[in-house]
């Protein structure tokens, strides 16, 4: 009993799994574990977990990768019977142990979708020893679990929406986040009015119309989508572009005084904003003292360009 406790620690399993046996295989030079569900899970439909008569033993006994086991691999060996259900027709029978058309266990696929959100899916394919093909199926199936859990639409009231760019700028992803949690509630690929349109679609009339805010940038694709699906929420911009915005704007009046003063040949005023550019555009915290000088002397030689940079803060 206590290295049965121990084996279902190690695996991650509940007492849903009962292990039957373990051993090594010496060809595969991997660890595998002999296990069934317990009588009072089986004959579950794998879609949608119902209860179902037995159809077929399927195609016979199966692995499944555990997390390995320091650095040896470790798999779980099991029936994989199918079921007639009522509503899904032939399935695969339900088996605690690992998601429905998973060939690894749940902790295992719940693993690769964490490491997924902090490094590259080359790297996390290496180090879990799976190809970057099998570490995408992980994610999509992690994915369509956790959304059949928990709907990602439920309490939306103030919105974010923009767009960012992939392999080197070729490509785009629309993205919506949720202000309230600060977590992303859907992406798809593209950036123009049909894609945006696809999320207020699965979002639905009803609760469009529960949306208050939505910021974004100033592209008129955005604003005709949202005065459309949500005619009551309010658009405005978001923090990121306003910065941009003010940024782009101060250097534009610094160059036009800079042009100007050389017209005109101010040769103090040149040798005063020379320098300067980065004193303007940085963050005040990370000034150097050099230059907080330069800032000190726009300043005093050119209201104009300081109060754009007042403005800007």
């Known amino acids: 009993m206590l290295a049965t406790n121990v084996w279902r620690r190690a695996l991650g399993v509940d007492r849903a799994t009962v292990i039957e046996s373990v051993e090594f295989d010496e060809e595969a030079d991997a660890v595998v574990i002999h296990v069934r569900p317990r009588r009072t899970t089986k004959r579950r439909c794998g879609l949608c977990g119902r209860r179902a008569p037995g159809y077929d033993q399927g195609e016979g006994r199966r692995n499944w990768r555990a997390l390995d086991l320091g650095v040896t691999l470790c798999y779980l060996q099991g029936d994989a019977p199918r079921v007639n259900c009522p509503e899904h027709g032939v399935a695969v029978a339900q088996v605690p142990w690992a998601r429905h058309g998973a060939g690894h ?10 490491l997924v959100t902090h490094t590259s899916t080359s790297a996390v394919g290496e180090v879990m020893r799976v190809s970057w093909r099998t570490v995408g199926s992980i994610i999509a199936r992690v994915v369509a679990d956790a959304r ?3 709907d990602p639409f439920e309490g939306l009231v103030r919105i974010g929406i923009d767009e960012i760019s992939y392999r080197r700028g070729h490509k785009y992803l629309t993205v919506v986040v949720d202000h309230d949690s600060g977590r992303l509630v859907w992406a798809a690929v593209g950036r123009d009015k049909e894609t945006l ?7 639905g009339k009803e609760r469009s119309s529960l949306i208050t ?22 658009l405005c911009a978001d923090a990121f572009h306003m910065v941009a915005w003010a940024t782009t704007a101060l250097d534009e009046v610094r160059k036009s005084i800079w042009r100007n003063a050389r017209t005109i040949g101010a040769p103090r005023l040149i040798a005063h904003l020379k320098g300067c550019r980065y004193a303007l555009l940085k963050n005040p915290d990370h000034l150097s003292e050099r230059q907080k000088e330069n800032l000190s002397r726009v300043a005093s030689v050119n209201k104009t360009l300081y109060r754009g940079y007042l403005l800007t803060e």
Not at 214 to 219: G, I, Q
Not at 221 to 233: D, G, L, N, Y
């Open 105 to 114: 266990t749940r902790d295992f696929d719940d693993q690769v979708a964490w």
């Open 197 to 203: 349109e696809r999320f207020f679609d699965l979002l």
């Open 148 to 150: 059949a859990m928990k």
């Open 213 to 234: 805010l939505v910021s974004a940038d100033a592209a008129e694709w955005i604003a005709s989508v949202v005065k459309e699906r949500c005619p009551t929420a309010t």
